[in-house]
């Protein structure tokens, strides 16, 4: 078999897809809706609602109240929630992750799919916490400790870096700069467009390195940004042109997770 003649038919058919993706958002699928339904049981969690018990999976059972329900219920009602909350969902296929802070730290919650419908399956906290002397260990104790978090940037800072983030991309694609352009995805939707399990923003750079992005340059000529939210770690972006760009905190940056038509 000639594998370069393989290779080289194929990588058309990969450029093509990465362009329909950045252009129509041909990729975008279920994930608002999975988004939805994974903050949903993310909330039941920061709220402390018994009804989280019911949106758990058997290990999250097993591990943390010994495979007993009316433990994790009671366990939620004597559990002060304060402004607990939830943020920063992600999904990718049939697991996900959210983010919930409350009043003794953050707390990294892992999902997973089970018959359609999305389970809490594990948590760990993330952020160093004090606990008083005789008090009985949380679950998410048993999970790796790390650094505290960075300060948060007000709502102004967040937006114009949101903002940054959109208006670098529209002129990477007006500069064919397939470097740029491939590194303000974020590795999830890279990865998503381009097919493949690992190396998503590596390789998006990979496919689009001298190929025509003209289809790219046209859908966003003249196309500015026109309005730019941001709730906690995830922002959307509207152009002129009609596209939604949705995008993500990393760090200090935004980065983009999805590319549809508006509305």
Do not use: H
Not at 56 to 75: P, T
Not at 105 to 124: I, K, M, N, Q, T
């Amino acid at each position: 078999m000639n594998t370069s003649r393989v290779i080289a038919g194929v990588r058309p058919l990969v450029v093509a897809a990465v362009l329909s993706a950045l252009v129509v958002g041909a990729c975008r699928g279920d994930e608002d809706a999975d988004r939805d339904a994974v903050a949903e049981v993310a909330d039941l969690f920061a709220r402390s609602e018994p009804a989280i018990c019911e949106r758990v999976s058997e290990r999250f059972l097993d591990r943390y109240f010994n495979g007993r329900k009316r433990a994790c219920q009671e366990s939620a009602r004597k559990d002060d929630a304060g402004d607990a909350a939830a943020s920063g969902i992600e999904v990718d296929g049939d697991k996900a992750t959210a983010l919930v802070t409350d009043k003794d730290g953050d707390v990294r919650v892992a999902f997973l799919r089970r018959d359609g419908e999305w389970l809490a399956d594990s948590v760990a906290r993330t952020s160093p916490r004090r606990r008083p002397k005789g008090k009985a260990p949380d679950p998410a104790d048993k999970g790796p400790k790390s650094k505290p978090a960075p300060r948060k940037a007000k709502p102004d800072e967040d937006r114009a870096a949101a903002r940054g983030a959109v208006a670098a991309f529209l002129q990477a694609a007006k500069e064919n700069d397939e470097r740029v352009l491939c590194g303000l995805l974020s590795e999830r939707f890279a990865r998503r467009i381009v097919r493949v399990k690992s190396d998503g923003i590596a390789r998006c750079v990979s496919v689009l390195k001298g190929q025509d992005l003209s289809a790219l340059r046209k859908r966003f000529k003249g196309a500015k940004v026109e309005a730019v939210k941001v709730d906690g770690d995830r922002g959307k972006a509207t152009l002129t042109s009609g596209v939604t760009m949705s995008l993500l905190k990393e760090g200090d940056r935004f980065v983009i997770t999805d590319v549809s038509r508006a509305g």
